[in-house]
């Protein structure tokens, strides 16, 4: 879909360029036209195309490892411990491989997506323009809510019918316990202990 | 009024280099993989592009003589 956007924006540079040379050709009406098409429907088509672009973009499994300090976090994902969560995740494909952080991290709200948006911009601002912390010290502010998970267990069977999950349903519905937290599933992107790992690489 | 004296045809200049300048870094920022890249599209490929549409639509608005003024 890139290429097609590409070969959009070229038509409207080439479009552009031709009333950058030669502006006088406006008096004609037909160039009129020409020059609204070129200056105005098309170059916002590039930015409504490109938004949509960058907007799917961030939310790859590889655009959030491209940032330096999330590299151990990628690299968590490709632990071999059956008790680490996002490894299992990701590897067994719980969650989409090429969207394995936003799946999980993203704010699944009416304006979800606009907050993870502001949260990146703050971590590129964190990242450039101030001192960014050190990768261990990374922590979500508020906490890992217990919605993310429940956005896609709450109603599968296997989450419903166990026994203890049932025990503590309201507490996890209400965030009151945390499913990270709880001594059940807590072990979460442990890179503290990324050098002591052995790590899973896929078959090609 | 200032607008008027810059023309129609300065403006249309003005408004197409923003866009073009616009558009050549929305490429870049298509072509280069990094968090960056969303920040050079968000706040300096649009921002162009959207002074230039801008630029554009005061041309028309501001700058456009009246057609009876035009057959005198």
Partial sequence: ?204 | MKLAGIGTRRLLQISSALVIVGLLLEIVSLLWFHPLSFVLFAFVAAGLIGLGILVYLVSLLFVAVPSEAADR
């Fill in chain 1, 1 to 204: 879909m890139i290429e097609i956007l590409i070969c959009q924006i070229a038509i409207s540079i080439l479009l552009a360029s031709i009333f950058l040379i030669r502006p006088s050709l406006t008096s004609a009406t037909g160039w009129k036209i020409v020059a609204f098409i070129g200056l105005c429907v098309l170059p916002v088509l590039c930015i409504v195309g490109g938004m949509n672009t960058h907007v799917q973009r961030s939310e790859t499994t590889r655009f959030c490892t491209s940032c330096h300090v999330m590299v151990p976090f990628g690299q968590s994902l490709s632990s071999d411990d059956a008790n680490h969560v996002p490894a299992q995740h990701f590897q067994n494909h719980r969650v989409p491989a090429d969207m394995a952080c936003y799946s999980c991290h993203a704010d699944y709200t009416i304006y979800g997506p606009l907050n993870d948006k502001l949260r990146g911009l703050k971590r590129i601002y964190l990242q450039y323009v101030t001192t960014p912390p050190a990768a261990a010290d990374i922590r979500i502010p508020g906490g890992f809510k217990n919605a993310q998970c429940l956005h896609c267990h709450a109603g599968a069977r296997s989450f419903e019918e166990n026994p203890v999950h049932l025990a503590m349903m309201d507490t996890l519905k209400s965030n009151q316990v945390s499913c990270l937290g709880s001594g059940c599933h807590d072990t979460a992107h442990d890179i503290v202990n990324l050098d002591h790992q052995k790590f899973w690489k896929p078959i090609q």
